[in-house]
């Protein structure tokens, strides 16, 4: 049993449970309560249908990835991004077809992805909501996220699946593309708890991210709890027939 994924699984239902994100005095005592909550022993052990053990050094290390979200919350997030991280892999060969291309460059996209990254490099903070692979592309994307100053605690790593790459031709006109999509739908509810999102300003998504489940369910419902919470919310409406072949269900999910 993954005893990562359980540990995950306790510290954000602490935090959901416990903190008062609206008090930044409160963070201290909290991190002190949540350290002697989870590592006062060598081993802690969870029962119910699944039992599992973890260490104290992999739940340390854990937390200790995101002390940054612990330490800053109450400051807002100026734009909260949800839905696709992707890699883009672009031909080399301008003009070319996909069938003409030999070569490939590896480049970080995604819409919201992209949009979170440029808010950062303005100066305002943003936090990216999304899937990958726990793979090496994976790990690529969290680093240059990372680099990049945008807020990945709620950005998911899939052992089971693999990280959504999309083949793009380099064209001077509109480029073909072929999607290959994996982990980048697989985002699920939990990563967007309430005590998070009523931190932001915005709450921005994509039609890309919208278009298959569970991370269109995901999205709406936190869409629906951003505006009861009184955070604007924008969509990139970046459709496509070959992301979502059901024109009808687009606009309906999107109005």
């Not at 959504?164 to 739908?185: E, H, M, N, Q, W």
């Not at 936190?222 to 969509?235: D, F, M, N, P, Y």
């Not at 990139?236 to 687009?250: G, H, L, Q, V, Y």
Request: contains cysteine; hydrophobic residues 35%.
């Amino acid at each position: 049993y993954n005893y990562l994924e359980n540990i995950k699984v306790d510290v954000k239902n602490y935090i959901d449970e416990n903190i008062d994100f609206s008090n930044y005095d409160n963070m201290k005592s909290f991190t002190e309560s949540l350290y002697d909550e989870l590592f006062d022993s060598d081993k802690v052990t969870g029962g119910g249908s699944n039992s599992y053990t973890y260490d104290r050094e992999t739940a340390e290390g854990y937390l200790k990835g995101n002390l940054d979200l612990l330490s800053k919350a109450g400051e807002t997030i100026d734009i909260l991004c949800a839905g696709e991280i992707l890699i883009d892999c672009i031909g080399q060969q301008t003009n070319a077809t996909l069938a003409e291309t030999t070569s490939y460059a590896r480049f970080l996209g995604g819409s919201p992805t992209n949009v979170a990254i440029n808010a950062a490099k303005l100066g305002l903070r943003s936090a990216l909501v999304a899937s990958c692979g726990a793979d090496g592309l994976g790990d690529f994307m969290i680093e240059s996220l990372q680099k990049a100053n945008v807020i990945t605690t709620q950005l998911s790593q899939k052992k089971d699946t693999s990280t959504s790459i999309i083949l793009v031709s380099k064209s001077t006109g509109t480029p073909d593309f072929i999607p290959y999509r994996t982990a980048d739908f697989l985002i699920e509810q939990d990563q967007i708890p309430t005590a998070f999102l009523q931190q932001a300003k915005i709450f921005h998504t994509t039609c890309f991210g919208l278009s298959k489940n569970p991370a269109q369910t995901t999205i709406i419902e936190s869409a629906q709890r951003a505006a009861q919470l009184g955070v604007k919310t924008s969509i990139d409406i970046n459709f496509s027939e070959r992301i979502w072949p059901n024109r009808e269900e687009a606009k309906r999910i999107i109005a």
